[in-house]
T-cell receptor, first 114, second 110 residues
Framework: EAQVTQNPRYLITVTGKKLTVTCSQN?????MSWYRQDPGLGLRQIYY???????DKGDVPEGYKVSRKEKRNFPLILESPSPNQTSLYFC?????????????FGPGTRLTVL | QKEVEQDPGPLSVPEGAIVSLNCTYS??????FMWYRQYSRKGPELLMY????GNKEDGRFTAQVDKSSKYISLFIRDSQPSDSATYLC??????????FGTGTSLTVIP
């Protein structure tokens, strides 16, 4: 089954404790992206990657890092999480052949930073 | 000014009604517009996309873009309870950076 998986699905942590949210896709997609979703602010893009070792900032990259060492994986790293990073996070992937190709979203990771 | 503005609703309609969902955007350079549907506790899924101006129809759904007024619309005919979800409009220019509206919550009452 074609899918994007994220782990963990739920995470409660404390300020300053480094964490990584993993994202993996089995569709051989070159493009992957991370978003956060907040009430009243909607879905906002954090980082995206057009291929292995190629990443770029989205709309709200501050406080986040990403890496793309393999095509299927695109982890999101919070080096020193803060309470304002409490949010619902989504990973997505799509093929690059045209802007209209479907962007597949993962199930989401709900992060709470105390 | 936000790239995409969307009325959050909530919107509640009886089954069978025609639903109109709307967004406005601020940068006319963007050419690709999308509508996503998001069920509770799920990730968004692509419903429809349109390029530049004009209409696109897919079953009960019609997406419309008016570039002169920077207006994006989604019409749902013969709405069903299964259409109850949050609908997100989005735009992109290059297919790499995406901008989403805040979403409109829709409930279709049987």
């Amino acid at each position: 089954e074609a899918q994007v998986t994220q782990n963990p699905r739920y995470l409660i942590t404390v300020t300053g404790k480094k964490l990584t949210v993993t994202c993996s896709q089995n569709m051989n997609h070159e493009y992957m992206s991370w978003y956060r979703q907040d009430p009243g602010l909607g879905l906002r893009q954090i980082y995206y990657s057009m291929n292995v070792e190629v990443t770029d900032k989205g709309d709200v990259p501050e406080g986040y890092k990403v890496s793309r060492k393999e095509k299927r994986n695109f982890p999101l790293i919070l080096e020193s999480p803060s309470p304002n990073q409490t949010s619902l996070y989504f990973c997505a992937s799509r093929t690059p052949s045209g802007n209209t190709d479907t962007q597949y979203f993962g199930p989401g990771t709900r992060l709470t930073v105390l | 000014q936000k790239e995409v503005e969307q009325d959050p609703g909530p919107l509640s309609v009886p089954e069978g009604a025609i639903v109109s969902l709307n967004c406005t955007y601020s940068n006319s350079a963007f050419q690709y517009f999308m509508w996503y549907r998001q069920y509770s506790r799920k990730g968004p899924e692509l419903l429809m996309y349109t390029y530049s101006s004009g209409n696109k129809e897919d079953g009960r759904f019609t997406a419309q873009v008016d570039k002169s007024s920077k207006y994006i619309s989604l019409f749902i005919r013969d709405s069903q309870p299964s259409d109850s979800a949050t609908y997100l409009c989005a735009k992109t220019n290059t297919g790499n950076q995406f901008y989403f509206g805040t979403g409109t919550s829709l409930t279709v009452i049987p």
